[in-house]
């Protein structure tokens, strides 16, 4: 499993829940969870290989040690005594930031504020050393050039071998045809940008 830390640095060093921060609405009483925490938690969740679920984000943050919940504000001292995030608050803080960040693009495209904070959390997920080794990269974060484009000319009639790539001839790779010899995704979590909404 990834340390908390290391992802905590991911998302500091993006800036991004600051950003959402300041977009969300101002209550009566502050939120126990921030959306630092929140961001922590949907990435501690995709680490774990867990479903993409806020149960599941809530559970996370949960089952962090006593120590990591009370610094990411997961458990909070209250009036009565200390208090631990209810998955009603996490469902709460995650709809705000949706909201937040959602706009009313034509064809279901993700809003600029979105689009944003998703790629500064990629971004951020590369480590230095890795960021300009290679001016393409693929989905799978593979360092290997491949193109499904088909050779077109006088002498190539069409049919599938001839596409540049044979395993992802269909604009997708098939299963168990991964490429060796690649780049790994950094720490471990080619989910981050499909998963972090």
Known sequence: MIPVALLEAIIDASGVAPRIEVMLPIGVRARQLKVRTLLAGMCLAQADHRPAHLSRVHQALTSL?????RRLGVIAD???GPHQLTYRQTERTFGLAAAALGGDQPAGLPSRALQAA???????S???QFKD?????????TDLESF????VGPSV???LRSCADLDDRCGQRVPGSAPSGGTSAPLGLPELAAEIP
């Not at 040690?65 to 919940?69: F, H, I, K, N, T």
């Not at 080794?133 to 974060?141: K, P, R």
Request: net charge negative; aromatic share 8%; with cysteine.
């Open 78 to 80: 209250w009036k009565n």
């Open 65 to 69: 040690p006593e120590a990591d919940q």
């Open 118 to 124: 998703c790629d500064d959390l990629l971004e951020a």
């Open 148 to 151: 499904s484009v088909l050779r």
């Open 126 to 128: 590369i480590p230095g």
């Open 133 to 141: 080794t290679s001016t393409s990269l693929a989905v799978d974060w």
């Open 157 to 159: 009639r069409y049919s």
